[in-house]
Structures are given as structure tokens and as C-alpha cells.
């Protein structure tokens, strides 16, 4: 998470996909949301084609933000996509 604050981005994606090391990605899940990183962001990722692993993620990592922090249209459309597609 900190990577994300930082603007490595990148390295923060590639550590919600990271199958090989579960506590990066767990670690990283659990702290968006504490460190206040955007949910439109992670939402927009979401949108994009991810694998599996990266999809499931992005739910978890988006599942820890409350009702105060994540707007009521983000998490609409966010429960309508996933409804039709799977993860």
C-alpha cells in the first residue's frame, strides 16, 4: 500500500495478483482503504480485463472500505458489474 502512496502504482498491481506471495497481497487488501487510496481507482481496475486473482482481490480490497468511504454510485455499479460478469 505504501508503493501505492509513493506513485508505484504498478508494483502495487502486480501485488494484488500476486498468487505466489498471499501475504503481499493480503497485506495490501487490507490497507487501501486505511491509507485512504481512491476506490474509483481500484474500481476502474476492476472494469478492465484482470485475471481471476486480480479480480478477486480488487473485491476484497474494495469490500474494506465502509459506507462512508466509498461513494454510493461506486458501489452500485460495483455490485450491478459483478452481478452480470463472475469473479
Known amino acids: 500500500a505504501t508503493l501505492a502512496s509513493l506513485n508505484e502504482p504498478e508494483a502495487m498491481w ?9 501475504r503481499v497481497r493480503g497485506h495490501l487488501i487490507e490497507s ?3 491509507l485512504r487510496f481512491a476506490p ?3 474500481a476502474v ?3 478492465e480485463d484482470q485475471p481471476t486473482a ?3 482481490s480488487l473485491l476484497l480490497a474494495l469490500g474494506e472500505y465502509g459506507m462512508n468511504q466509498l461513494p454510493r454510485s461506486l458501489r452500485q455499479e460495483t455490485i ?3 452481478r452480470i460478469g463472475n469473479c
Open 40 to 42: 474509483e481507482r481500484l
Open 54 to 56: 486480480t479480480r478477486r
Open 32 to 34: 487501501l482503504a486505511a
Open 80 to 82: 450491478a458489474k459483478r
Open 14 to 22: 502486480d501485488g494484488l495478483n500476486s498468487v505466489a506471495n498471499p
Open 45 to 47: 481496475r476492476l472494469a
